[in-house]
């Protein structure tokens, strides 16, 4: 049974500034981002002890074909996504800001 998934405010932002970045480039890589970012929300949902654990007791789940990673946390009937984290930008930088 699938799990139910918030963003933070944060992330939420963060998805869009990403969204929007592909966008000026490219409607097929903004589609295409926003489309893994679906995927990966279905997998976590689906089975969120099956990506690894990183920094706060967070796990991760790395897109494939973008350099971002979905940082959450599994709560006992939510899932909450704590950042959008580009791989090559201040990692680690969403710890201070759950």
């Not at 592909?22 to 990966?40: C, V």
């Not at 940082?71 to 090559?88: N, S």
Request: with cysteine; glycine share 4%; proline share 5%.
């Amino acid at each position: 049974m699938a799990i139910h998934v918030e963003f933070s405010t944060i992330a939420r932002s963060e998805f869009d500034e990403a969204f929007n970045w592909y966008a000026e480039r490219s409607t097929g890589a903004a589609i295409g981002f926003a489309s893994e970012i679906d995927a990966a929300i279905e997998q976590i949902s689906s089975d969120p002890e099956r990506f690894p654990r990183t920094y706060a007791g967070c796990q991760r789940y790395v897109l494939k074909r973008y350099p971002y990673s979905v940082v959450y946390y599994k709560m006992p009937e939510r899932i909450i996504v704590v950042a959008i984290a580009h791989a090559k930008r201040r990692p680690g930088y969403w710890i201070f800001q759950m």
